[in-house]
């Protein structure tokens, strides 16, 4: 379990119907905006609407467009005592959490990830918090089992 | 001892309490203005008299609060009661203290009272955890015999090392020197800010007045009155100067510091003394600082970063150790009190020459984003904004020439240079949080990359970043910090 895994598969899906239900909210609004221009008559509410369908089509397509990009850029690596997170190919960043500075990890999941059958990890230490987007229950499981092994360690640092 | 009982903070604290809420009173006072004049009317009474009841209300209503706050000191946790509605009780047990902090105001010394603030570790409110406005002296020496005899045995089951056990009876007193105080005071770089302000209000003055007097007034008085407005603005100059300096003067007025049973406590403040209890232990890192001109006069200042938001409130939180020492003297003074500290400044490794051109890059970029609009818009003047541009590419220089790091018996030593500042940071180890290595795809055939740390800095996160290192060197740090 010491290489680096790119998250499960399906989380492309769920990225994809997130980017989708974005689109959707800037289109709402771009339509409440068009209905406001019925009943009120303002022209500023036209240029308001316009504004949020471009913005829609413009946050989908980017979007949908780097899925593949996060997919394959994206790493994590959880070894013995460390939660390591790789990120990005033009900008590259390698993170790493002992897990002995874990303070709490959070596992959740909307109805989106729970449809992949998938859950966020979101891994808290003292001072900041990082997260996964989605991992498989399995391994959201091991990862709470080595912060309990760790635990006793983290009693005598403590902040 | 009594002390198990419930008990009410000082009567005088009704007054903090209307004080503290006085602009609530002021504002229900000019909203209700209106109405209250209509009704006492209405009513056949004085509308003045009307205005007596509603302020008889505001303070009956602090006084129900005041008597519905109150605090017990048990054998295990400080427990304090608030709140007429909502009741609110907050325990603290004794160990979980990060911080204690008391101020009191200079009238309030003959009566013992002060007003008393403690924190934890916790993350959840800006503000302490437990507030005491204003308490006999003697709550707070309870509460600190409490820690003490708590944080005792925790530091035995915790294993402490043979130094620290040590250190415990070791007691030792710092008092700063007046003299350097003078010259910390004189050397803060708060006054530019203020004088780019009024240089600015002098630019507009002047573009001002042509055209009001170019066509009826003659030259002489344009004259005069460019010689007046010069007057008032070095006038305003030497008295931001002479402010900062002062404030400067009566917040650290007095400077002391004090540790004993591991616990380290400042004390500070001419009108208002205001001091904080924190056990070294607790200390995430160690900051020393120093602008450009404490550069030249070879002195620094000594912060510790902390779980918690004592401290000044005007100096990002952190907890002020050494406002003013001598560079040669720093960790000299510095050990007594924080046991973990280095023994002397270490030789840093620096950058290669060659890289601060990166940092100059970048800061000249940065100020093109002003420049390049203000050319735009304002032609003639927006030229002004070239200025910038020398000073963008020192503020490069320095900040590439400041960076440095090492790393020395368990401890991360991080220096960088912001804003023609530098500061040094001394990590324990086990205090980094998170750590990461970060490479642009440019970078990678540079063979350079940054390193960037994460403490625990008040209630929330300080990323410290050295950036530009040699690819090698930021993977030999990243690799030292991944042992466990």
Known sequence: MNESNHLPKQIKTVWRISATIHALILVIIGIV????????????????????????????????????YRYSFWLYTITDDAVELRSGFIFRELVSIPIAR????????????????????????????HTIDGVEPEVGEELRKQIMKLAVEVGKNDV | MTSNKPQHLNPL?????????????????????GPIAHFS??????????????????????????????????????TINSGILVKKHTHIPYPKIQTIQHTQWFFLVPFHLEKLQIETAGHDSTSPEAVLPLVNERIREEIERKRMGDSGVAAD?????PEQKQSTDDAANYEIDPHELNVFALTSLGVFPIIGALLAIYGKAQEAIPEKFINSVTNVIIHQSAIIIGIVGILIIILSIAGSYLLIITRYYKFRLHSSNNQLKTEQG???RNSVTIPTARIQA??????????????????????SSAGDDEDDNDLMILPVVKNNQVFKTLTPFVNWA???????????????????????????IVILPCLYFFHLWGSLSLLMLPIAILMGWYAGANTGWKIIDGQLILQNGHFFSRSQYVIPHKNIQSFSFAQSIWMTHTKLAHIRVNIRHGDTNQEIEIRYLPEKTGKEIFNWLKIR
């Open chain 1, 33 to 68: 905006g068009m209905v406001a221009h019925h009943f009120f008559d303002q022209q500023w509410l036209l240029y308001a609407a316009g504004f949020f369908f471009a913005a829609a089509v413009i946050d989908f397509i980017i979007e949908i467009a780097l899925v593949p």
């Open chain 1, 102 to 129: 874990v303070q709490d990890v959070t596992l959740s999941a909307g109805p989106i990830l729970q449809s992949q059958k998938l859950q966020e990890v979101r891994v808290t230490t003292a001072s900041d918090s």
């Open chain 2, 13 to 33: 604290a009704i007054l903090y309490f209307i004080f503290g809420h006085s602009w609530d009173a002021i504002f229900l006072i000019i909203i209700s203005a």
């Open chain 2, 41 to 78: 009317r209405y009513i056949g009474i004085a509308p003045l008299l009307g205005f007596a009841g509603l302020i008889i209300l505001i303070v009956l209503w602090h006084t129900v609060r005041y008597l519905y706050f109150t605090f017990e000191i048990d054998d295990k946790m400080l």
């Open chain 2, 157 to 161: 089951q915790a294993e402490a090392t």
């Open chain 2, 270 to 272: 001419m009108f208002q």
């Open chain 2, 286 to 307: 160690l900051q020393i600082k120093q602008n450009v001109i404490r550069q030249w006069c070879h002195i620094s200042t000594v912060q510790a970063v902390t779980a």
């Open chain 2, 342 to 368: 280095p023994k002397q400044f270490s030789q840093l490794e620096s950058l290669n020459k060659r890289t601060y051109w990166y940092f100059i890059r970048n800061a000249a970029l940065l100020s093109l």
